[in-house]
């Protein structure tokens, strides 16, 4: 039971240009979304994150967007550079104690310079 | 100086055999966590511990057992291997076990291969 999809495994964008990457999630009680950067043979890093109460949390060049009714969220990165490709990962939790992260299967993506 | 480090990196053994992959963080976080990735990519928590008690146990085999001597480590042992259990093993850590907005920090993995 995936309750966290990220359905398009691979994106590729010019440098310089928007990215936009996509989650959507099952679970209405949902209330922390994060999304996380993995290049190969490292663990996850943590990016941004965002809560339910918000529907837009920025951070230099990463901007989150969450659609709670749509049970939707976003990741913009402006301007897209090379070093930002790798396998970016949507998660989310409920909250309170004893919280875990779920994670999405991640995409791929490629900036090309 | 590593935050979470995971050893060892790789680790090819022979189905029926027991295994460990220790985990040690620095960060001074009271809570650890092990991920599982397959094949299919998906990142699926396995056990957590808080303060070395065990608080979030998913559906694991009961050959997997974690180990926590103190909360600065969280050791997982396999028994009897099979080959389904070949995968990236991913421990973490964060500061309280509610926080999750901060995000866990996760060691670099350790490819496990069962042969």
């Known amino acids: 039971d995936q309750q966290v999809k990220q359905n398009s495994p691979s994106l590729s964008v010019q440098e310089g240009r928007i990215s936009i990457l996509n989650c959507d999630y099952t679970n209405s009680m949902f209330d922390y979304f994060l999304w996380y950067k993995k290049y190969p043979a490292e663990g996850p890093t943590f990016l941004i994150s965002i809560s339910s109460i918000k529907d837009k949390n920025e951070d230099g060049r990463f901007t989150v967007f969450l659609n709670k009714s749509a049970k939707h969220l976003s990741l913009h990165i402006v301007p897209s550079q090379p070093g930002d490709s790798a396998v970016y990962f949507c998660?989310?939790?409920?909250?309170?104690?004893?919280?875990?992260?779920?994670f999405g299967k991640g995409i791929t993506l490629s900036v090309r310079p | 100086d590593t935050a979470v480090s995971q050893t060892p990196k790789y680790l090819v053994t022979q189905m029926g055999n027991d295994k460990s992959i220790k985990c040690e963080q620095n960060l001074g976080h009271d809570t650890m966590y092990w991920y599982k990735q397959d094949s299919k990519k998906f990142l699926k928590i396995m056990f957590s511990?808080?303060?070395?008690?065990?608080?979030i146990n998913e559906t694991v085999p009961n050959r997997f057992s974690p180990k926590s001597p103190d909360k600065a480590h969280l050791n997982l042992h396999i028994n009897s291997l099979e080959l389904g259990d070949s995968a990236v093993y991913f421990c973490a850590s964060s500061q309280g076990r509610a926080t999750v907005l901060y995000g866990y920090t996760f060691g670099s993995g350790t490819r496990l291969t069962v042969v």
């Open positions: 511990y808080n303060n070395k008690e065990l608080i």
């Open positions: 998660a989310a939790s409920e909250a309170g104690a004893n919280s875990k992260l779920t």
